[in-house]
């Protein structure tokens, strides 16, 4: 009875490996449905950046929410390699290049450039954001200085237009750009009548002193929280890379439309979801350029499961974005 029992005991044993195994397998398969592993090689991510740059301005911009992207765009580009043997063969219309296997196996290269250049541009943007908090305190204390100062010279320009008008300058500005002008303005103000604040009995001439000690720190810091020329550069090359991939997904899409228009296989194709709300009218337009009604696949995350960082872009240009996920989304 013993060998029996030792028999069973490890038949189930042997099972239960293969339940894992199994399971494994199935989760490699749903893993590769999602966002697989690849690495993009230095030459063909400069062939990229090159194509990226040949846009220009005309790129769409960026709406965020990376992870659930990466994981939609992944999704298009296995339908499309599993479909393949149809897609190269659609008729396009005259004069447009047929769809190659090349170009199908290149959204993955697309989506991997897109991955890179955000990162690249949100540690330019977390840079900017240390370097504008740290402005803070030093910019506060420049205020208070600039604000009893000015009372000094409101008094001694009393009889004085062409003072008075001096200060009107100073009190028009606002901004930190404007404070670090007033800083300087203000001190050359100080320098002409030193001789005065010396003679002030409430500390101006300390006063001076410490804002002259400020104004070369203000003037560094408010460069480092400006969007530097490579930041720019970041930011406009994520946006490229966005328009690359939303590209090649609108042909791989039309050419799915012309075989499988009607059928189940065209929910692999399925525009990536519009959101309401969002910087750019949306994070996927319909063709055409109005928003879809599109369905997404029944094997799709829930938007849920993905969280957002809640990163606004710099309010230099305008063009806040919200929802610019940090982190790469989980597959299924």
Not at 16 to 26: I, L, M, T, V, Y
Not at 201 to 208: F, H, S
Request: charged share 35%; aromatic share 4%; glycine share 8%.
């Amino acid at each position: 009875m013993a060998p029996k029992a030792s028999t069973a005991a490890s038949s189930r044993t042997k099972n239960a490996q293969n339940r894992r195994a199994s399971s494994d397998a199935g989760g490699a398969h749903r893993s590769s449905g999602g966002a697989p592993e690849f690495a993009l090689s230095a030459e063909r991510e400069a062939e990229l950046l090159r194509e990226a740059e040949s846009l220009g301005d005309n790129t769409s911009l960026f709406p965020g929410k990376l992870a659930r992207r990466v994981i939609w765009s992944s999704r298009i580009q296995l339908a499309a390699e599993r479909d393949a043997a149809d897609l190269v063969r659609t008729p396009f219309a005259e004069g447009e290049p047929p769809l190659t296997h090349d170009e199908i196996r290149g959204l993955r290269e697309k989506i991997e450039l897109l991955r890179g250049v955000q990162s690249r541009w949100q540690a330019a943007q977390q840079r900017q954001e240390r370097a504008a908090a740290a402005f803070e305190k030093p910019a506060a204390e420049a205020v208070q200085i600039k604000q009893s100062l000015l009372r000094f010279f409101d008094l001694r320009f009393k009889n004085s237009p062409g003072g008075q008008k001096r200060l009107m300058a100073i009190r028009a500005g606002s901004g930190d750009a404007d404070l670090v002008q007033d800083v300087s303005d203000l001190l050359l103000l100080c320098s002409e009548h030193a001789e005065a604040l010396q003679k002030a009995p409430r500390g101006e001439a300390a006063a001076a002193d410490r804002l002259r000690e400020l104004s070369p720190l203000l003037a560094r810091m408010l460069a480092d929280k400006t969007l530097s020329l490579e930041a720019v550069r970041s930011r406009k090359l994520r946006d490229a890379a966005y328009t690359l991939v939303v590209n090649a997904e609108r042909k791989l899409r039309a050419a799915a439309e012309y075989w499988y228009a009607g059928t189940d296989k065209m929910k692999d194709y399925a525009p990536f979801p519009a959101s309401r709300g969002v910087h750019g009218g949306g994070e996927e337009e319909g063709e055409g350029g109005g928003e879809s009604e599109e369905v997404e696949p029944e094997d799709s995350e829930s938007e849920e499961a993905e969280p957002e960082d809640g990163e606004s872009e710099e309010g230099e240009s305008g063009d806040d974005e919200t929802g610019d996920d940090g982190e790469d989304g989980e597959s299924r």
